[in-house]
């Protein structure tokens, strides 16, 4: 009875220290640094070379949540989804990354000859690439442009209906965040058709929406 008793005591003990063993290694790998890409057009280039840019506070923003995060900035103004397929194994592939962020589309507009299918089938590319690569895809609506024409923004729309196809199709994570920053500017009383509310001409964003894309990011990436 007793030699049960020690018996007993000795797999406590022994299930205690591999419990905490395993915990430690959770807490180590959760150390582990996340390689993040961020690819699109001027968007995001200058998310990354402005102090103020989203990439630099979302970055910033999961630091503080406690991941270690490294940024793979990958925006070039005047892209479109044919530039971004075309140069995704040199700047994207081959870097390596467990996860990117991919914002890209109202160059596609303003080339308005390529129309949906074409775009359609240039971002189905890149993101089936990605996943191909295991890399975690997480994808962003095209934002409306301020100042401009209805018409824009409204083929803006029907462009984006696009991607929340691909989205649903693909099982990745599509983040709608042309529909938080049309909210926000609403709730201020502007009319984005005359107003510059978000972005500073009309397409890049300001600080204000630096900031909201970047609130929203760090809330709903998913790692």
């Known amino acids: 009875m007793k030699k049960s008793f020690i018996n007993i005591l000795i797999f406590i003990f022994t299930f205690?220290?591999?419990?905490?063993?395993?915990?430690?290694?959770a807490k180590e790998y959760k150390k582990e640094p996340i390689k993040i890409a961020f690819f699109g057009d001027s968007i995001?280039?200058?998310?990354w070379s402005e102090k103020n840019g989203y990439v630099r506070l979302t970055v910033q923003g999961l630091q503080k949540k406690g991941i270690?995060?490294?940024?793979?900035?990958?925006?070039?103004?005047?892209?479109?989804?044919?530039d971004l397929l075309q140069r995704m194994d040199k700047d994207i592939i081959e870097k390596h990354p467990d996860i990117i962020i991919i914002l890209c589309g109202i160059n596609d507009i303003f080339k308005s000859e390529w129309g949906l299918d074409t775009y359609k089938a240039n971002m189905t590319n890149i993101i089936e690439k990605a996943l191909k690569n295991n890399i975690k895809v997480n994808l962003l609506t095209i934002i409306?442009?301020?100042g401009s024409s209805y018409n824009f923004n409204q083929k803006a729309n029907e462009y984006n209906k696009v991607l929340y196809e691909i989205a649903q199709k693909e099982k990745i994570n599509?983040?709608?965040i042309n529909s938080v920053l049309t909210k926000k500017a609403k709730e201020t009383g502007k009319n984005p058709?005359?107003?510059?509310?978000?972005?500073?001409?009309?397409?890049h964003l300001n600080n204000i929406g630096n900031r909201i894309l970047a609130d929203v990011l760090i809330n709903k990436i998913k790692i």
Request: proline share 4%; charged share 15%.
């Open 174 to 176: 599509l983040i709608d």
């Open 16 to 25: 205690m220290l591999g419990a905490v063993f395993v915990t430690n290694m």
């Open 193 to 203: 058709e005359k107003d510059f509310i978000y972005t500073y001409d009309g397409v």
């Open 44 to 47: 995001t280039e200058f998310g």
């Open 144 to 146: 409306n442009t301020e």
């Open 68 to 82: 270690n995060v490294i940024p793979i900035p990958a925006g070039i103004h005047g892209n479109t989804t044919q």
